[in-house]
């Protein structure tokens, strides 16, 4: 096994995503052709094993693309990022928290909510500040509460870095620690390609393709210590693997005391390479075989309006995962091997003593293929497989499958149908896609899933029509969940107390009520056996986020409801009558108390607003009050608030009892 060595050459800075959100786009971008990713043509025979290495030949689950059942429609789906018209392929990308998602493409970072609601977009150039950062890779790792996201920058030696980032916490709207490292660590003129990224709970791994200019030199493997990590400081060692090609780390969703990283060995003999990763050594725990495939495929995506081919690229590893002693990987598999002529999305279970495999694959045809997968685990062992859908008689699409535990996959989804025909290569006579997506749990629930593809959008407008790719996400909840509550609202019904109520569901025992007083952390504040409960406990003058979810004895708890704020501020004059009902000062006072309230409750400085003891109620005083509450809101995930007079003049408009009222209902 490859002796380990220290990273050195570390530089550490600390970045605010705020400020970086408020800057304009990196000055230096412009229309950009990634690199190509090319697989190395590695003479990848099987070795003979030593005693304690393993091969296990396996009948594996073959499936084609019209089976009975169905994969569940999601819960809520919605536009990512659309193309800036920069850059080609896009690298999907995405990760899910408590209360983000979280968008990371060649071109542009992304904080959303998970209704949809874009918080900050900035450029990824401008985070990284880079002239050139490409492959951008995001995990969020649960059990610490924090995102990692890294890239690449440069091509060749000292210009060649790993750029890795880490959020202070779960909120990734906040401070980050940033890292820049030399990726040529031995100092050999070689430069990293398409990284990968997994953990465990003590070590963070990163895997990085080297290049000596076009040829594939090896792999580096750096194994970075996590509580380090998230100290502010890199403690990491490093393995070079001179006859290895892409074996990515897996992300542990439960505990396992290595990181597992999964190879595609040999394609022609079906073959998966395995090895496990500490800070004190790499080891090849053995192989597994299956179906044979091809390594490459190239232009083998058909579409709708256009006799031009998708590039489909190729067989490597796309994404792994570890849950309870199994590691799941998924990747595009060319067939029939030999003579590709479509491409299969082709994911794997592999137990961690490799005595028990499972291939699945969603077999194409001359009209039909499928490509860039990944793969997502939840607790119950149930799958979320997420990719691109590519079909002679339709668009470029994104796709889905659930499989349930010791099931077949259930037949593909769209949930995000091509919307036209898509040739875009800059000029290089490649019609580049991928290169590559990402599926995940939801860290609250570990049950459902997020799934983030890419599909072909409506051509730019005039007057310089070019066909365009755009991204989306899908939040899909398995069959096995309950049925999550509905329509839940909070009110405050006095200084110390709100009235929480929800729809009904079936199959339920009670429902878990949970509460939060800075729109990331929850804590359960009961069981209700009815719709409807009264927090008792609330504190006066303050703001709170509620959510609830359904518990059913013999199935998943369900995903939370919609959350809801309350703010415990009574207001003088509870009616105002629309439209003879004065206006007065406390009115307006009431509201900036009551605002700076749903404030804090974002996470958010106080609002300036002018005339801090009004003695005139103003125009400007009510504007103020609904810009700083709808900026809360959209911070905590809430959309936006409409108002009746949707322009309020200086001067000439007269303060009314219907402004001031609609701004209550807005905090209450």
Not at 615 to 627: D, G, N, P, Q, Y
């Amino acid at each position: 096994m490859p002796p380990k060595r220290a990273v050195s050459g570390v530089k550490h800075e600390v970045i605010d995503m705020r400020a970086l959100a408020a800057r304009p786009a990196h000055p230096q971008k412009t229309r950009t052709l990634r690199h190509e990713h090319e697989a190395p043509h590695l003479n990848h025979e099987v070795p003979p094993h030593p005693p304690h290495q393993q091969t296990r030949s396996i009948a594996a689950t073959s499936l084609e693309p019209t089976v009975n059942a169905v994969s569940p429609s999601p819960v809520r789906s919605f536009q990512a990022i659309a193309d800036d018209g920069t850059i080609i392929p896009p690298d999907t990308m995405g990760a899910a928290g408590p209360k983000h998602l979280m968008v990371t493409l060649n071109s542009q970072i992304r904080i959303m909510n998970k209704n949809g609601g874009a918080i900050s977009t900035t450029d990824l150039l401008t985070f990284w500040s880079s002239i050139d950062a490409f492959d951008p890779k995001l995990v969020y790792d649960a059990s610490a509460g924090r995102w990692i996201f890294i890239a690449l920058e440069g091509w060749y030696g000292p210009d060649s870095h790993l750029l890795m980032a880490v959020s202070r916490n779960s909120d990734p709207t906040g401070t980050w620690d940033k890292y820049v490292i030399p990726a040529d660590q031995d100092e050999t003129g070689v430069g990293a390609d398409f990284p990968s990224i997994g953990f465990n709970d003590s070590h963070v791994v990163v895997n990085m393709n080297m290049y000596d200019g076009d040829y594939f030199d090896s792999a580096t493997v750096m194994v970075f210590d996590k509580a380090a990590l998230y100290g502010g400081a890199v403690d990491s060692v490093y393995y070079v693997l001179p006859n290895d090609f892409n074996p990515t780390p897996a992300v542990s969703l439960t505990p396992s005391p290595k990181v597992y990283l999964v190879e595609s060995w040999n394609s022609d003999a079906g073959y998966l390479k395995l090895y496990t990763v500490d800070d004190t050594q790499l080891t090849s725990i053995g192989y597994v075989s299956g179906l044979p495939w091809q390594l490459e495929g190239g232009p083998l995506g058909p579409q709708l309006g256009s006799n031009v081919k998708i590039d489909l690229g190729d067989d490597r590893i796309i994404n792994a995962v570890y849950r309870d002693g199994s590691i799941y990987a998924a990747q595009t598999a060319f067939l029939p091997a030999g003579a590709p002529a479509y491409g299969a999305a082709q994911w794997w279970k592999i137990s961690n003593d490799l005595q028990n495999v499972t291939q699945y694959r969603f077999i194409g045809s001359n009209t039909v293929s499928f490509a860039y997968p990944s793969v997502a685990v939840n607790a119950k062992g149930e799958m979320l497989t997420g990719f691109s859908s590519f079909n002679a008689s339709s668009y470029a699409s994104a796709a889905y499958s659930f499989t349930a535990p010791g099931g077949t996959p259930s037949s593909p989804y769209i949930f995000k149908a091509g919307q036209a025909p898509y040739d875009k290569d800059f000029g290089a006579d490649d019609n580049r896609w991928g290169d590559y997506s990402a599926t995940v749990v939801d860290p609250v629930s570990d049950i459902d899933f997020w799934t983030i593809q890419e599909y072909a959008a409506t051509p730019s407008p005039e007057p310089y029509v070019e066909d365009q790719w755009a991204t989306w996400w899908a939040n899909v909840v398995p069959p096995s969940a309950a049925t999550a509550p509905a329509n839940l609202t909070a009110t405050a019904t006095s200084a110390s107390s709100v009235l929480v109520k929800w729809s009904g569901t079936g199959n339920t025992d009670h429902y878990e009520l949970a509460r939060s007083a800075d729109h990331i952390n929850y804590s359960t504040i009961a069981n209700a056996y009815a719709t409807h409960y009264t927090d008792a406990t609330a504190l006066p003058n303050t703001s709170y986020l509620y959510k609830a979810r359904a518990i059913a004895p013999s199935t998943a708890a369900s995903a939370y409801s919609n959350a809801d704020p309350a703010t415990t501020v009574i207001f003088t004059d509870a009616q105002l009558v629309v439209p003879v009902s004065i206006i007065r000062r406390t009115h307006v006072t009431e509201l900036r108390n009551a605002v700076g309230a749903y404030r804090v409750l974002a996470g958010l400085s106080a609002a300036p607003f002018t005339d801090n003891t009004p003695s005139l109620i103003k125009a400007v005083h009510l504007t103020e009050l609904r810009t700083a509450l709808n900026q809360a809101r959209v911070a905590i995930g809430l959309p936006a608030l409409t108002f009746t007079n949707a322009t309020l003049t200086p001067v000439v408009t007269p303060a009314r009892a219907v402004d001031v009222m609609e701004l209550r209902l807005g905090v209450q």
